[in-house]
């Protein structure tokens, strides 16, 4: 019999404070997890309503909350970011509610220095936030992306460059802190994500579902720095990597986890084609893992 999951489901993200309505909408297209994010805070919500609502919005299906988001700056806490380390917080507590044993986001970067500069602060930060997700069971996974920034000056994140990560880890080695991997990231910084998986996919808690591709010809032609575009986020399906590639080494690293689809940046599935790029990228991702479960003969 023909099984809905093998292993590694296939999902997708949906904000948090609108997962109860959104989530029986799009389940029937064959999503298998979601990973709830919010943005900067989780403000006024009421988390275990909203967890509640989540559960019961996804009864009696073979469904499942993958993960936690919260995108903020929490080493500065500035401006937006007021609350963002409290939103941490909040939902390292309330994971249970939802299922879900992973809570994931941006490190935070101290405001236009180079990464080592953040470390200390990391290290105090998420010490402390690795310590509480502990004693309540849950991991905690770090969001590859640059947003804009290089290794000497951003905002944001500082997770974004395997440098980093050693630094990172070796600050806080602590075995329920990892990443929250794609290849999306690393291909924009012209990083070649499969070796980069097979290095540090036992520090992987968690995979978005974002690709790119790279207009090679614009590259040499005007480099990186010029006036031309040379890379796009993709959506999985419509970019350069080979996902059975990535489930492949996911796989034999034992991995068990989801990939979800990060949607909302296609520069050609947008607007009203959002949904019909997010079901391609939904089926040609679970063509990559193989199909559905096939059982053995007896």
């Known amino acids: 019999m023909a099984g809905q999951h093998t292993g590694i489901r296939i999902g997708t993200m949906v904000d948090g404070d609108k997962a109860a309505s959104v989530i029986p909408q799009i389940a029937d297209h064959g999503f298998e997890s979601f990973n709830l994010k919010f943005w900067q805070t989780t403000g006024e919500l009421d988390l275990a309503e909203t967890a509640k609502r989540v559960r019961e919005a996804m009864e009696e299906q073979d469904l499942v909350i993958s993960a936690l988001s919260i995108f903020g700056n929490p080493l500065t806490g500035a401006g937006n970011n007021a609350d963002t380390l409290a939103s941490w917080e909040r939902l390292i507590d309330h994971a249970h509610l939802f299922g879900t044993d992973i809570v994931s986001g941006f490190t935070g970067r101290l405001t236009d220095l180079p990464i080592d500069e953040s470390i200390p602060q990391f290290a105090r930060v998420f010490g402390e936030l690795a310590r509480r997700a502990a004693d309540r069971g849950v991991r905690l996974a770090f969001e590859n992306c640059d947003m804009g920034g290089t290794w000497w000056k951003g905002d944001w994140n500082i997770a974004h460059n395997p440098a980093a990560w050693e630094l990172m880890f070796n600050s806080v080695p602590e075995d329920n802190i990892g990443l929250e ?114 059982a053995n003969p007896q």
């Open 181 to 294: 991997w794609e290849p999306c990231h690393q291909m924009v910084s012209l990083i070649e994500p499969i070796p980069q998986l097979r290095e540090w996919v036992h520090k992987v808690f968690h995979v978005h579902g974002k690709d790119a591709t790279i207009a090679w010809d614009i590259v040499r032609e005007h480099g990186i720095h010029g006036p031309r575009p040379f890379v796009w986020h993709r959506t999985p399906g419509f970019g350069d990597t080979n996902w059975a590639d990535v489930i492949t080494i996911l796989r034999q690293a034992g991995y068990q986890g989801t990939i979800d689809i990060e949607g909302w940046h296609d520069p050609v599935y947008k607007g009203e084609l959002e949904m019909t790029g997010q079901v391609h990228a939904l089926n040609y991702l679970i063509r990559c893992r193989g199909g559905h479960l096939v």
